[in-house]
């Protein structure tokens, strides 16, 4: 009962000091918003490119082009091969004329001279079509392959999925350094605006000590006003997240400039994202005051 009750007063005076002290909460409030705005866009931005860095690994392959007078034999020792390095997911097999096949059926305009090649005149090749499991180790995978005996030549879009990666990769790390910078100030500013409130009920905490208040009872109220003004920071924030992305998807139509390009689909995306927010300003808070404490409350 003891407990209860010292956590209500804290709750009790710790929002009677927002209100008391509006000028002060107000700047840490505009503080944490603008930061978890901030984050909030980062925190979009980061998932988003994580999903598109997902899809292009997810629809790169290898095509692994045969020789045209490549055996039987030659085809499963290939295949062998294959089957032993590690970074190969899994494999696709079509023969010369199930390419021609596939072909026919693409394209209407060369269906005609495309389907009177017979089995010696049809100058395709047969063909592997492979998936791997590290992207970033797409390069030697693929010169593997074209060292092996029957390849013919090998192609994935060399130079291109790497820059694409590599980019969305370094876009996903700055949003996150950025995010992680902002909160470092924020933690200060709050510093900084509990540190003015405490200055101003010094006389207060004077008298809370000469009554005999506990550490506890005197520390509590601030540590709970900064989780109050997070809170307060926060739902700005919450809002621009649920209806200014759901916004964003639904004029874009799930697709951002290419079809490859598609964004993360709102739900449960933005109610995940938004509790992230809502937790990181009340810890931006609660750090910052219990600092602030810590620091200039000698207790």
Excluded at 22 to 37: K, M, R
Aim: glycine share 6%; net charge positive.
């Amino acid at each position: 009962m003891k407990s209860c009750r010292t956590i209500y007063r804290s709750m009790r005076d710790a929002l009677k000091s927002v209100v008391r002290n509006f000028s002060l909460s107000l700047a840490s409030i505009t503080c944490i918003t603008i930061t978890l705005v901030i984050i909030a866009a980062a925190l979009l931005i980061a998932d988003n490119v994580k999903n598109f860095t997902d899809e292009i690994e997810k629809d790169v392959t290898i095509v692994a082009f045969l020789d045209s007078d490549v055996d039987d034999q030659t085809k499963e020792d290939f295949e062998t091969s294959i089957k032993k390095n590690t970074n190969i997911e899994t494999f696709d097999y079509k023969s010369k004329e199930d390419v021609k096949e596939d072909m026919i059926k693409e394209n209407e305009t060369f269906s005609k001279v495309i389907s009177g090649w017979d089995k010696d005149s049809n100058p395709l090749m047969d063909t592997y079509t492979i998936k791997v499991h590290d992207v970033s180790k797409i390069k030697s995978t693929a010169k593997e392959i074209e060292s092996t005996k029957g390849v013919n030549s090998v192609q994935y879009g060399e130079g291109l999925v790497e820059k694409l990666v590599g980019v969305f990769n370094a876009i996903e790390k700055i949003t996150f350094i950025a995010a992680g910078a902002l909160i470092i100030v924020t933690i200060f500013l709050i510093i900084n605006t509990i540190k003015l409130t405490i200055f101003s009920r010094k006389r207060e905490i004077g008298i809370m000590r000469l009554v005999g208040a506990s550490n506890l009872r005197i520390k509590l109220p601030f540590v709970i006003e900064g989780i109050i003004l997070g809170i307060i920071g926060s739902i700005i924030p919450i809002l621009v997240v649920v209806f200014g992305y759901s916004t964003m998807y639904d004029y874009f139509n799930g697709v951002l400039f290419s079809p490859v390009i598609k964004l993360v689909k709102p739900m449960p995306f933005v109610m995940n994202t938004s509790i992230i927010v809502l937790i990181i300003g009340m810890i931006v808070g609660m750090i910052g005051s219990a600092r602030a404490v810590r620091r200039y409350v000698k207790v």
